[in-house]
């Protein structure tokens, strides 16, 4: 699965940027994609993230309300809609997908990520 990222950028605060992630390859294997984000000198965290059956999402509660993540599964395109955008949503954002392998009982998850893209928010 080869992901790439796009739509970030430079923006004032309140104001709103869409991302965009183009995923390839074996696109059918995977169950879950996401965004995820990291800002200097801090670990990795998770943004959104929607699953690839029913679409069921799930939110970090920095962005509750104010971000949005959809898919379009004719497109192999997953979006991520920022709103209301803040200084502290500065970072790098990054598409991941998930693959997993295995039973109901025992599996392995297979992570791919892009390459990130770079969202500034200034004050």
């Known amino acids: 699965v080869q992901l790439v990222e796009s739509g970030g950028g430079l923006v004032q605060a309140g104001g709103s940027l869409r991302l965009s992630c183009a995923a390839s390859g074996s696109t059918f294997t995977v169950d879950r994609m996401g965004w995820y984000r990291q800002a200097p000198g801090r670990q990795r965290e998770l943004v959104a993230t929607i699953t690839g059956g029913g679409g069921i999402t799930n939110y970090a509660d920095s962005v509750k309300g104010r971000f949005t993540i959809s898919k379009d599964d004719a497109k192999n395109t997953m979006y991520l809609q920022m709103n209301s955008l803040k200084p502290e949503d500065t970072a790098v954002y990054y598409c991941?997908?998930?693959?997993?392998?295995?039973?109901?009982?025992?599996?392995?998850?297979?992570?791919?990520w892009g390459q990130g893209t770079q969202v500034t928010v200034s004050s």
């Open positions: 991941n997908a998930r693959v997993r392998r295995g039973s109901d009982l025992s599996w392995d998850d297979y992570n791919y």
